[in-house]
């Protein structure tokens, strides 16, 4: 349930209702919005311990919530998340371009990359330094290796680092090095990644599951959310349907509804989200009409030589004009790039 605090509640009211929960056994959340808080609630359903808050003058009602999200719900949280990073805000006004090539494959590759994005106006950098494929026989990434070359990146070139962390063990040395952690397609229901992740305090870019539905996509969230870590990013990334002629299909009515549903920021990631770099300009700016609040695109210093997702990934001059021709889609959007 959510406690609704009235807008005159002071913060020793709030702490006297969140002490009195806590040794009812229950989970406590606040949601300090600008007009009031609102406690999160988490356990067992029970109409007296309800009714008995709502007795209280300090608390202007008592809902429960009746979808399976909580945390990750409107309800609970009813203004946008914004999350501060840097300079760099996500999930209001500006528009975030996370840009770089599928994997960490070397230290000059990386660089250049790294260059290209941020001359043409990325403000996060992306590279899988663990990558999680397919075969068995495909290149799997330069590991901690990989993540010393990110670091460098970092400090060169002052842009924010997002990369993938693929188990619950390695979640110390990934955000050692990156502002954001990537849980891949693949991960989105390993719990226990999903735990570890919560107990850190650092933003996560959650990408939608290869079948997952909104609402198991909203439910993994729950799971980082409830650990105390409220800075999750959701990628929709295309999900497994029938058609072959795309990698996947990019579901950007999710964008719409997520939103709807859930305070969390939302970008899309066209690259994956299709599988054909011919496909990611107009699935970019269909993307940001449709309310994202950034995107993710692959970019590599020379597509056919790359050692992952090439066919996907722009070359600098194709990443340069997207940006350029975003500009105004953004703009009517009412976002800032
Ligand atoms: C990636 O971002 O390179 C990646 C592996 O993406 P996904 O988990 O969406 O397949
Ligand atoms: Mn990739």
Request: aromatic share 6%; hydrophobic share 40%.
């Given at each position: 349930?959510?406690?609704?605090m009235n ?27 600008e ?29 429960f919530?009746t ?8 309800e609970?949280h ?31 590759q990386?660089?250049e990359?790294?260059?290209?994005v941020?001359?043409?106006?990325a ?13 068995p026989?495909?290149f ?9 070359y ?13 990369t ?36 850190i ?15 198991e ?25 029938f ?7 990019l ?29 990611v ?16 695109i ?18 600098p ?21």
């Amino acid at each position: 349930m959510i406690v609704v605090m009235n807008p005159d509640a002071s913060k020793d009211d709030v702490s006297r209702i969140t002490d009195k929960l806590k040794r009812m056994g229950y989970g406590v959340h606040l949601s300090i919005g600008e007009r009031r808080t609102i406690i999160g609630v988490i356990g067992q359903r029970r109409e007296e311990a309800a009714q008995a808050l709502e007795a209280m003058s300090q608390v202007e009602r008592v809902v429960f919530i009746t979808r399976p999200f909580k945390l990750a719900g409107r309800e609970f949280h009813p203004d946008d998340t914004v999350i501060n990073l840097g300079h760099t805000t996500i999930g209001g006004s500006e528009l975030i371009v996370m840009a770089g090539p599928c994997a960490v494959e070397g230290e000059a590759q990386l660089m250049e990359a790294a260059n290209t994005v941020k001359e043409a106006g990325a403000q996060v950098f992306r590279a899988g330094a663990f990558k999680p494929r397919t075969s068995p026989y495909s290149f799997q990434g330069l590991e901690i290796k990989g993540l010393e070359y990110l670091d460098r990146v970092r400090s060169e070139t002052g842009l924010l680092i997002v990369t993938e962390v693929m188990d619950q063990f390695t979640v110390s040395e990934v955000a050692a090095c990156a502002d954001i952690l990537q849980v891949g397609a693949r991960n989105m229901q390993n719990y226990f990644l999903l735990r570890e992740l919560g107990r850190i305090r650092k933003p996560v870019l959650l990408k939608r599951g290869l079948s997952a539905t909104v609402e198991e996509w909203l439910m993994a969230a729950e799971y980082i959310l409830n650990g105390g870590n409220y800075e999750v990013i959701l990628c929709e990334r295309g999900i497994r349907t029938f058609e072959p002629y795309t990698r996947n299909t990019l579901d950007l009515s999710a964008v719409p509804l997520v939103k709807q549903l859930s305070p969390l920021p939302v970008i899309v990631d066209p690259s994956h989200g299709t599988g054909h770099s011919s496909l990611v300009p107009a699935m970019s700016k269909a993307a940001v009409a449709a309310g994202a609040d950034g995107l993710m695109i692959e970019v590599h210093p020379n597509p056919e030589e790359a050692l992952s997702d090439g066919p996907q990934s722009l070359n600098p001059a194709q990443f340069k004009t997207l940006i350029r021709d975003l500009k105004g889609v953004a703009l009517n959007a009412g976002r800032l790039l």
